[in-house]
């Protein structure tokens, strides 16, 4: 069987000459980007453009980390690149200027799409997905992510950023198509297989702990992650923050649905000094302190079915202090009924009805106060 290979690349600041060389190496590593796609193709860059956000906060990909791909890109000789997404709240435009995308894109005359148009595509569990026309009808797809911690999926890297694929309020739509942990990563694996991304960056050099994807804290990592397979990818970020990969319902999915691999013996971590093991990976570059979910999940038995363990499930919590009633959390709920609404008028939080509650956490992803943390009831 032949392996997957990932390369980390070592980075510590976000310096266009240590990019520039650490992509232009780390694609080297994998095969070289001729393997990947040819100068003639159209390409659609995907970066990670939740919502807005300024770059400081690890939020959003780097534009720095964007930049340098597109530099690359046309030394390649690519002359047809765009770069879109679908974000969570607010524009495409708005977010990338926030975070100084724009500025880089307009000065490489990169067209930015905000992913409006969508195209329906069955899938295989009876249900469709609707996908951005700008996706279906590229050559070549690249998936440029944040290393992030995630609180429906623990994290959130290469497989999780095609979700930006799902066309405008039917992302929103989609969790309650597929509402707990393990139907939304049978999902995301589905969806990755249909847009099939040809090479997958992750930008790890700020990444962030904690409460993810949006309102945790910036921690330096000081890597980029590269490779051809997502499964691995994410495996190995994983291992960089001490997390048993098959915690990871989209590493256990990935790998039995056929997309990539998730085992350490069929993956080969690649530096520019050579490959490593993943005990040499956490030694050079991995973080112990790094807060992410790390529980086990309990195994479904009698308490189940007699819902006592609902009482313990993870669950939105706003914290009043920092709550500023903008009501985006609200109008982020996916259910149709809402789970989150003003009871008591706008001059007072929100508040949650659980029994409606899906765990979605979309409000807790689009809050830009950090006013919503996950946490089991205490």
């Known amino acids: 069987m032949m392996k997957s290979k990932v390369a980390v690349i070592p980075c510590r600041e976000y310096d266009m000459e240590c990019l520039v060389q650490g992509v232009s190496c780390g694609l080297s590593l994998i095969g070289g980007l001729g393997q990947i796609l040819q100068p003639e193709e159209m390409v659609l860059l995907k970066p990670n453009l939740v919502r807005t956000s300024g770059r400081e906060k690890a939020v959003v990909t780097d534009p720095a980390v964007m ?19 679908s974000c969570g709240f607010g524009t495409t435009e708005g977010t990338a200027k926030e975070s100084g995308l724009l500025k880089v894109l307009k000065q490489y005359n990169v067209p930015i799409l905000d992913f409006h148009e969508a195209q329906k595509v069955d899938t295989r569990d009876g249900k469709s ?19 992030k911690t995630h609180a429906l999926e623990r994290i959130t890297g290469a497989i999780k950023n095609q979700y930006g694929c799902i066309s405008g309020i039917h992302k929103k739509l989609g969790h309650t198509q597929y509402p707990n942990a393990e139907s939304f990563a049978r999902m995301l694996i589905e969806l990755n297989q249909i847009v099939s991304p040809r090479l997958y960056i992750c930008d790890g050099i700020t990444a962030m702990e904690g409460n993810g994807p949006t309102s945790g804290d910036p921690i330096d990592m000081g890597v980029l992650l590269i490779s051809k397979d997502p499964i691995a990818l994410d495996t190995v970020f ?6 048993d990969p098959a915690l990871v319902p989209t590493n256990v999915y990935g790998e039995t649905m056929g997309l990539g691999t998730r085992r350490e013996e069929n993956i080969e971590i690649l530096t520019p000094d050579g490959e490593i093991t993943v005990k040499e990976l ?69 508040v949650y009805d659980y029994r409606k509650c899906i765990r979605c956490f979309c409000c807790q992803e689009m809050c830009p106060h950090k006013a919503i943390q996950v946490k089991g009831r205490p």
Do not use: W
């Open 67 to 85: 930049e340098a791909l597109i530099r690359i890109l046309r030394e390649h000789g690519c002359s047809r690149i765009s770069c879109g997404d």
């Open 129 to 147: 997905l609707m996908i951005a026309r700008d996706v279906m009808a590229c050559d070549a797809l690249i998936s440029v992510s944040k290393m």
């Open 238 to 243: 994983c291992h960089l923050v001490y997390l």
């Open 282 to 350: 956490q030694k050079r570059y991995g973080n112990k302190k790094f807060r992410v979910d790390r529980k086990k999940v309990r195994t479904k038995g009698a308490l189940d079915l007699l819902g006592v363990l609902d009482l313990f499930r993870k669950r939105p919590y706003i914290i009043e202090e920092r709550c500023r009633k903008c009501g985006i959390c609200v109008e982020s709920c996916p259910v149709e009924q809402k789970a989150i609404h003003f009871e008591n008028g706008r001059n007072h939080p929100p």
